[in-house]
């Protein structure tokens, strides 16, 4: 089992960037392919991001791709997420989420692949 806490969400104006952090406990996790998500509110909550096991494939969401950047470091049990160019239609409470994968390859974009969450970030954009 792994629990997930986010971190760096807050306030910025439109144009500026955010980086937020998702530290895993526990073991294993390199084991993880990870993800990002993020709910406004009166919405669903709504795919982001997401990061293989390797680190070395990467998806994004149509509405953040070239502004948004998911990363992880293995060594530190770390997935980033750089935000840039933040629209005030990114405001929403950020989330992260683990699912556990035999496949270093394996990309997973729906929620119910992932079987962890953090308690999430909130990130307010104002224009």
């Known amino acids: 089992q792994v629990q997930l806490v986010e971190s760096g969400g807050g306030l910025v104006q439109a144009g500026g960037s955010l980086r937020l952090s998702c530290v895993a406990s526990?073991?294993?996790?390199?084991?993880?392919?990870m993800g990002w998500f993020r709910q406004a509110p009166g919405k669903e909550r709504e795919f982001v991001a997401a990061i293989a096991r390797s680190g070395t494939r990467r998806y994004y969401a149509d509405s953040v791709k070239g502004r948004f950047t998911i990363s992880r470091d293995n060594a530190k049990n770390t997935v980033y997420l750089q935000m840039n160019s933040l629209k005030p239609e990114d405001t929403a409470v950020y989330y992260c989420?683990?699912?556990?994968?035999?496949?270093?390859?394996?990309?997973?974009?729906?929620?119910?692949?992932?079987?962890?969450w953090g308690q999430g970030t909130q990130v307010t954009v104002s224009s």
């Open positions: 526990g073991r294993f996790f390199s084991s993880y392919a």
């Open positions: 989420a683990a699912n556990p994968v035999s496949n270093i390859l394996t990309i997973s974009i729906k929620i119910g692949e992932y079987d962890y």
